[in-house]
């Protein structure tokens, strides 16, 4: 099974830009489906990015869209998410996640994936 750590959050102003990157170990990350989410106290997980398939195809929730790319670097093992014009409603934990092995697209749906990071915090002042 794969192991994932997030990192790169921090405290950023409106319309500040920031990298987040989610390091593999235990498994190429490449062979797998990834995804990105964000969880705010008392809310469920949202979806917020994904990239996987033989194209490495990416999908986006309508709020970030045109705003984050999701990538990653197959030889770091590593997956990003980079942020640009961040908002307030931006602030949430961050969370990068994997799809069992076998799937080949991403989806929004939380429980599609298999494996998780611990999240790093993203605050977003106003």
């Known amino acids: 099974q794969v192991q994932l750590v997030e990192s790169g959050g921090g405290l950023v102003q409106t319309g500040d830009s920031l990298r987040l990157s989610c390091s593999a170990s235990?498994?190429?990350?490449?062979?797998?489906?990834m995804g990105w989410f964000r969880q705010i106290p008392g809310k469920e997980r949202v979806f917020v990015a994904g990239?996987?398939?033989?194209?490495?195809?990416?999908s986006y929730e309508d709020s970030v869209k045109g705003r984050f790319i999701i990538s990653r670097d197959n030889t770091k093992n590593t997956l990003f998410l980079q942020m640009h014009s961040l908002k307030p409603d931006d602030t949430a934990v961050y969370y990068c996640?994997?799809?069992?092995?076998?799937?080949?697209?991403?989806?929004?749906?939380?429980?599609?994936?298999?494996?998780w990071g611990r999240g790093t915090q993203v605050t977003v002042s106003s």
């Open positions: 996640a994997a799809r069992p092995l076998g799937f080949n697209l991403p989806t929004n749906n939380p429980y599609h994936y298999e494996f």
């Open positions: 235990g498994r190429t990350l490449s062979t797998y489906v």
């Open positions: 990239i996987g398939g033989p194209d490495d195809t990416v």
